[in-house]
Structures are given as C-alpha cells and as structure tokens.
C-alpha cells in the first residue's frame, strides 16, 4: 500500500469512528509513524514520495495509533506531544493536556513575573511554570503537583525545556519552603457531577484529580487562599486559571482572603479565564 493510500485508509477510518477533526488527526497519526529521522513527517516530504510503498515498521504503528483514536484516546497522548506558548511539552495519561485557553494564564503572569520568586501549584504537565522559566525572567520557579506522576512528567519537560526550575512533590503548600512574589495556579475546577457531561477524550482518559474541583468546583481556589496565608509576599500577585461561569465568585473569595486590585480576564473567546489579584500590604494574604 502506498503512502497516500495509508493516509486516505486513515482518514476514512477516523472518520467512520466519528472523530473530530479526523482528517487532522489522521495526519499528525500518519506523520508520527513515518518520521524523518527524530522529527515528524512534514507534508511537503509527503507529497515528494506519497506514491512509494509504505514500510511495514511505520505501517503497524499507524495502524496502533489509528485504533487508540478511535477508542477517543487524545491524540497529544498518542505521540506524547503537545505545544504551549511555542515550546514542546511531552505528555500521558498523568497529566492533563496543556491547552491554549491556559496560555492566557501563562501570557498574564508573563507580564509581571521579571526578576520574581514564582510558585506554580498544581502544576501537571509543569507546561506554565516551565513557560515561565524559559520566555521570561524569573528569579526562580517552583513546581508543586501532589501527584507523583506528574511530577515525574513536569521534571522531564525541564529537562526537555532546559528550564532551571524546582519540582516538587506537594498537596498543595504542603512541602513548599519559603515565600514567593507570584503564584500562578490551574487547579481542578470542573464540578464533580460535570465531569462525566465532558467529551470521552477528557472524561475517559484525562486524570480525574486533575479535573474534579469537588461539589462546585470551588474546593481548591477555597484550601489555595485558606492554606497559601504567608506563602505570597505583601504587593506579590495571584493568578488562577477559572472555568467560565466561576469569574465573579473567585474574585469574590480573593477579596474575602484580603486581595486587592482583583481582576477577571477573558480568553480569546472571549469568555472568563482568569481571575488575579494583589496582596495587599499588611493584608492577610
């Protein structure tokens, strides 16, 4: 079978399984099995020998991989690859899938992080805080996740990265040592009783710690603001990733912990993403 054949076969079976965005996916598949030395298959090598034979070692693992999709296993967790803020994270079924709404999370403490002590809780995939380290000029950056999981896929995405970060293994503040000017934070926030509404692909194999923010979705913003008392530095900034209908009452629980200048943000779509806020001088915070 040719090249161009395997590729329509691929298409048509995504296609078939119902699949969103199958010819994409059937793509990034097709590219990943018939690689051009460490590097993906790029469309323009594919039109110059779309004719030739496939191989049979890069025609079984297209044909492993196009089985996983159908099953609605995400296609970052097929080929342990994903993309955020431009640099390349890999991924598994440990951490969520970095997402281009959370880039607006990473784009906003980007803006202030410049020579600060910077804490990412929750931190999965390490895909903020490591953002944070390369592109801009952090003083330091600290990674918590409580799973060990995760922190064994943040710690490989620093070293992908070359990031000079900190991981460590924390339930929250649990073992973070110290103070810190910034702390940015995407923790859990879907309610409990939503996430089974979510699409297969997150439902079925994203990490359900990482998605499950309890009864209404609140629980973890509630123990980060309770718990984070003498963590965040007086005049040091709060920056959490919010679901879209949480904007007004996470604004409402910073300004009760004692922030000042809270902000609600949108992302591209223009919906609520983000929530931030101030520690005011000789607040509680």
Known sequence: MTLADMLRRGEKELEDAGVPEAKLNAWYLFA??????????????????QEEEADMAGAERYREFLVQRAARTPLEYIIHEAEFMGLPFYVDERVLIPRQDTECLAEEALKSCSGRDVLDLCAGSGCIGISLAVLGNCHSVVLADVSEGAVRVARKNADRNHASVTVVQSDLFQNIKGSFDQIVSNPPYIPTDAVETLMPEVRDHEPRKALDGKEDGLFFYRRILEEGRGFLRPGGTLHFEIGSDQGEAVGRLMEQAGFSRVEIKRDLAGLDRIVQGECRIGGAC
């Open 32 to 49: 990943y099995s018939f690689p051009a030395g460490e590097r993906p298959m790029e469309r323009s090598a594919f039109f110059l020998h």
